[in-house]
């Protein structure tokens, strides 16, 4: 039987606080009444009395070891990505340091401050180690597996209380416009053609709140130290079938152009391995696809509807 390490009342640090998945774990953790302590490169406002903005690039050790010294987190969601799987060169040095060199920073000094735990997110780009000669897909994809392997030394040689939290593809209200699902549907909500690759690779979809409620139980499970745990559906569905549900979601009278852009070289085809979520978290995915898409296509919505 699995022990709980109960969030409430603890003081927990959010990094990565202004991108999609902080804002929404934030949002949630606020409303828990947990102490909230947000870490953004770019300075950051925001309403809520327990949440409080620090600003700094923890991808310089010296401010991430300042920052984490004064805050003094019990709790720790690492979450700052470059975010970005293409794979051009230009996305090689940023993933280098916002993913590779932040994650190792705070690996290094949540561990000097003992912290009680360490959340990580991983990611479904990373090849799988079953090939003897690993070569990763995109800089994303290289970080995020060495981000992996530097998390399980660490709990191996310095018994850092990490977990490490596979995410699958995310989507929902709030995400960037530039993202596949938030691009598809602008561009049918303002009658433009969307353009696309194929859209025959097939996709583990997951709902952002599933996401933020796995995210909050892999916290709360104190007997999971150096595993990783994947949070998605546990089904494929391909980026066409996910185009034309927009479509028909949306009832634009434009059709998506598929071929209209070159596919990504080598893109991972992974499922997510939900029964062990389950079993070691308690977590399932309760949004249904169809049900996710919806209530995003209608955020989205009233986004443009409010600046008309």
């Not at 409080?52 to 720790?76: C, M, N, S």
């Amino acid at each position: 039987m699995k022990t709980l390490f109960k969030l409430s009342g603890q003081k927990i640090l959010v990094t990565g606080a202004s991108g999609f998945l902080g804002s929404h774990l934030c949002r949630s953790l606020c409303m828990n009444g947990t102490e909230v302590h947000a870490i953004s490169r770019n300075s950051s406002t925001d309403d809520k009395s327990s949440l409080h903005w620090w600003q700094g690039d923890l991808a310089d050790f010296g401010t991430a070891r300042k920052l984490l010294a004064a805050i003094q987190p019990e709790v720790i969601f690492h979450l700052t990505s470059h975010g970005w799987g293409a794979p051009g060169l230009e996305h090689v040095l940023p993933t280098l340091h916002s993913d590779l060199i932040a994650t190792v920073n705070v690996l290094t000094a949540a561990t000097e401050l003992k912290i009680r735990r360490l959340v990580l997110t991983a990611s479904l780009e990373e090849p799988q180690s079953n090939n003897p000669e690993i070569t990763p897909s995109s800089p994303y994809a290289a970080a995020k597996w060495a981000c992996g392997a530097y998390a399980r030394m660490f709990h191996h040689l310095y018994q850092t209380p990490v977990i490490l939290v596979r995410i699958f593809m995310t989507y929902g209200p709030g995400q960037a416009p530039g993202k596949l699902i938030p691009y598809v549907i602008l561009s049918l909500l303002k009658n433009q053609v969307p353009k696309l690759s194929t859209g025959e690779r097939p996709i583990d979809w997951i709902y952002v709140d599933d996401v933020i409620r796995g995210l909050l139980a892999a916290a709360e499970a104190s007997d999971l130290d150096g595993r990783t745990i994947d949070l998605g559906s546990g089904t494929l569905v391909s980026i066409r079938d996910i185009v034309l549900r927009l479509v028909q979601l949306v009832k634009a009278p434009v059709e998506p152009l598929f071929g209209a852009l070159p596919p990504r070289p080598s893109e991972m085809v992974r499922a997510a391995d939900t029964s062990n979520a389950y079993a070691k978290l308690g977590w399932k995915p309760m949004t249904l696809l169809d049900e996710g898409l919806e209530l995003t296509v209608n955020w989205y919505r009233a986004q443009l509807d409010t600046k008309r």
